[in-house]
């Protein structure tokens, strides 16, 4: 992933003046050397400044952190903690924080070598919030070297989303389709958000294609695309356009990126694209989110946003698809029934008509888009990546903004399942437990849009991490909830 930042997360000890420094010094020494031994020295630095009761100590911290290249903090308690500077160290540091706190090591040692730093903790969050300050605090945030090591090591990719966005520019082209009113959300948010938005007409992106015409790298781009595509290259004639268009995106990003150091795009793809442009984007876009630069199908610009928070936070290739199509039941019966836990209603099919990385099919083709080929010649809709996407797991998430400019998500894991479509596009037979609840009483309730971000693993605590940490209101995350925990617009009689 070349679009998503590196982390480094300075280590800041912290000490009140009536304990002793020692175990600090100590503690902090061994989780670094445990997070050494267990992730690598790569992306943590070991503050030598220690911050004991002065503001001062906390000037000196921080700018030995910034001299270090440091866009993450973790504020680590060896002891009670001065909740005074620690706090200011959390507020003057501009990037994402974390909070942790050592446990006490032996009964043997609880005179003098208690350090109260589980009492410690309270009072920092405590004084967090009386400054208005962010900060990511582990689900049990006390813990010898070795937890504390993994609570950092958990906090990795939070801090990459959170950095991520606030360095981030997502490029538009032009107006949702008609019909899409799902797709279009108020921006005010981006800027809430630290992201900026570049929005284009799409004429301004057709005369900047027309502009790569016998442009002299296509032949090169033609030659990566076949060998990705190999005997799945049913259509070679279309590859050349391609290729223009591909090129035509990445040199509008070098030349309109501006001050921010990684973008995601939102691109048009109908109604007249096909007809203007000679062929679909959905390779184009398929090849670039491989690549770490999210683009988003029918201008939904909350649907590469989430894109882009899942590539920071799985560091890997994500996709966006329709919440498509319901399991014919004689599928369910033959393939899923008894051979899952899954019941009928927790299944589904997700669908896009071909933006999904190669890497993420069991194979894949190249061909025309069914769907615009009915009302439109078969050779300008050209262009989609169609297979069955690989079984593993997998989290479905989004992050929207409401008609009112409210902040809501959503994250829910479960599966693809290893069952053949038998369909067309890019698509998969998709399992996530009680999805027929959450379906009804999230995606429906809360009146989000069609499409989903997946990412392909379980990310579902991360994820739900960052959304707490970038402003979403915990009732607004939505999660399918077990069957113990209703919802509350649900019919208790249901």
């Not at 800027?191 to 027309?210: K, P, T």
């Not at 997998?394 to 693809?416: H, N």
Request: proline share 6%; net charge negative.
């Amino acid at each position: 992933m070349n679009n998503i930042p590196k982390i480094k997360i300075g280590i800041v000890g912290v000490s009140r003046d009536c304990f002793p420094a020692s175990l600090t010094e100590t503690r902090k020494a061994a989780v670094v050397k445990a997070y050494t031994d267990k992730y690598g020295a790569a992306d943590i630095y070991d503050c030598k400044q220690l911050i004991i009761e002065s503001e001062i100590d906390m000037v000196n911290a921080l700018k030995e952190i910034k001299d270090a290249g440091c866009n993450a903090l973790c504020v680590y308690l060896g002891n009670f903690g001065p909740e005074i500077s620690e706090t200011l160290l959390a507020k003057h540091f501009d990037g994402p924080v974390m909070f942790c706190a050592a446990e006490e090591e032996t009964q043997d040692n609880l005179i003098q070598g208690r350090g109260d730093a589980y009492c410690g903790m309270l009072n920092a969050s405590y004084n967090l919030k009386l400054r208005n300050t962010k900060a990511y605090i582990p689900e049990y945030p006390v813990g010898g070297a070795e937890d504390c090591a993994d609570m950092i090591n958990e906090f990795v990719p939070i801090a990459r989303a959170i950095v991520g966005l606030a360095n981030l520019k997502i490029i538009s082209f032009g107006p949702r389709p008609l019909n899409f009113l799902a797709c279009n959300a108020p921006i005010k948010q981006l800027y809430n958000l630290g992201v900026e938005i570049e929005e284009n007409s799409e004429l301004d992106l057709f005369e900047a294609f027309n502009k790569h015409a016998n442009d002299p790298r296509i032949p090169e781009v033609v030659a990566d695309m076949e060998k990705e595509l190999g005997a799945g290259n049913n259509k070679p004639t279309i590859l050349p356009k391609l290729a223009q268009y591909e090129l035509t995106l990445l040199d509008w990003i070098e030349e309109h990126r501006g001050y921010r150091e990684y973008v995601a795009i939102a691109g048009k793809c109908w109604p007249a694209f096909q007809t203007q442009f000679g062929f679909v984007p959905c390779y184009v876009n398929s090849r670039l989110t491989g690549r770490g630069i999210p683009v988003s199908c029918e201008v939904d610009i909350y649907g590469c946003l989430s894109e882009f928070i899942g590539t920071a936070v799985s560091d890997d290739i994500v996709t966006l698809l329709d919440i498509n199509n319901s399991v014919p039941k004689d599928m369910y019966k033959e393939s899923i029934e008894g051979k899952t836990p899954y019941a009928f209603t927790d299944t589904f099919m997700g669908f896009h008509c071909g933006n999904t990385c190669s890497k993420k099919l069991s194979k894949c083709s190249m061909e025309y888009q069914l769907i615009m080929a009915r009302a439109l010649p078969e050779e300008v809709t050209q262009g989609t990546l169609e297979g069955d996407i690989a079984p593993g797991k997998i989290t479905f998430y989004r992050l929207q903004s409401t008609a009112d400019s409210i902040l809501r998500a959503y994250v829910a894991e479960g599966e693809v399942l290893d069952v053949p479509t038998r369909s067309f596009g890019g698509i998969g037979v998709f399992a996530i437990p009680e999805m027929g609840r959450f379906y009804r009483h999230v995606l429906i309730e809360k009146n989000y849009p069609h499409h989903g971000a997946v990412a392909f693993g379980h990310y579902g605590k991360a994820l739900y991490e960052v959304f707490k940490y970038i402003g979403v209101d915990v009732s607004e995350i939505g999660y399918n909830q077990p069957k113990s925990l209703p919802y509350p617009t649900e019919n208790p009689f249901a």
